[in-house]
């Protein structure tokens, strides 16, 4: 794939006119014909390039010459420039509140687009070398900043502006593949036997290490000004899929979607996959393994079942030649495809319970209702201790309400949407982590089951009290007033309705 370059122009260089080196050598797609192409090729080439390939490629048409010390210093401040006014949005944005919790909400498609948008523009900034300097930042890849449902991105973000306000000099940010480079030795130069240095190269492998290192802080500060503006326009125009993002914020209190957003981190992007034998991942075993499908279920049912190797495959074989080629049959390993909590990390509390009851029983579960209760972080009145009690004994209920005479009566959700909402809102009231969430869940209860036998509005609002304090029944009608104010049902309701366009058809969490 890489093809030498030819090089007939014999004037010297100068930094601005450096011919596109890596990108060439890598024979990488033009970002105007295909962004996403381009992308992935990008991503593949720094991925198979060590810091010391990356910096002997680039420093070909370089001396010392190009760096006296008046240089040098200047290059410092202008990378200073740039990351003051880096540091500037960040700190406004994060101070404002929201931000994180906007772009965690985001789909996996829209984020893309704004980290895409933030590397076309970091490719375009006044750098030495342009594109080529996304070879020297193996951490801004659209890969890397999207794991944990893109966590990664705003941790990124996080650090870059810390690092930036610790110090008033340029900000150099750490690094270990980069700095590999950093300690080459001299005869290093010599060993470029493709191209023959036409001029007397510098031997100062020091100054070159940091005209790089400096460009490849400047190449990150652009990428985030780009990514980050880019994002902040589709807030301000809400256009793209940032509309139904900020319905949902302004809908719906900023508890809810924050708390949804951080469910959102845990989830995965795609199924993992397993050896159908002993279970583990690619990654787990290590040493670049090449895991293989069963060829007769790939060409017969378009179904994947893996394995690590072949003794894998053939120790599995009394077991899988039951279905082989004749049903999609596989065995729900955590996390992969078959699993249908595969989204949810293999550390998800809520999502391990479910596929441990499922086991139990010996079938999938066809929903969320075993999110319990968990420890209370205060002191909980009796009567909010026994609701708790009943709760993790009999984890289909939702809610246990009591008619006048004592009698208790389950109450059960079946919308998902629904279910999740409310047993979030719960377990913020019953572990009194938080102040609200009693509302919600109050004003929900209320216009399910007031006019079910032997309950009343009355009746439900003096148990809710005698659990949770005086003050609920204020609470709950200042909610019930705000919903009718919005023309909502109610305000879970609402929030099912309204976040649809974010999470598309929540019935997935509980089935296959
Ligand atoms: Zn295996
Ligand atoms: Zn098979």
Redesign the pocket.
Known sequence: MASPIKDDDDTVKTPEDFPPLLSKKFNITDVKQDALKWDKEWEAAIASSTAADVLKEMSRFLDDSCFDPDAMEFFHQDLRRVQDNVAKILRDLFDEGHFDTIWLLLSVAEKKRHINEGLKGACEAPTFWGQDCRALCPEVTVSNLLTQGGKSFVDFLARVLELTESSLQPAFLPNSWWEQASNLPNPWWEETPDVPPRRQISQSTKLMFEVATINRNKFIGHFIMSSVLSIVSDITNRSGGMKGVLHVMENTKGYVARALAQVKTTFRDKPLVR?E??T?TPEEIGQGVRFMVCSVCKTKLNFEIH???QS?QKQDWSLHKRTCGKKPVSKGLSGTKGDSLWAFGDSDPSANMIRDFGKKEGRHLTSLRDIGVNPCKGKRTPAAERQAEMLEADRNVDYFLFTASGEAVRFVIDDPGAKMIFRINRGWVMTKSSETGLDAMGEYILKIMSGYPGLSRRIILKQLCEEHGVSTTRKIMALEKKSREHGKSTFIEGWVKDSSSVFGDLAWLGSR
Do not use: D, G
């Open positions: 050896c034998n002993c583990k394995y690590c190797s894998c």
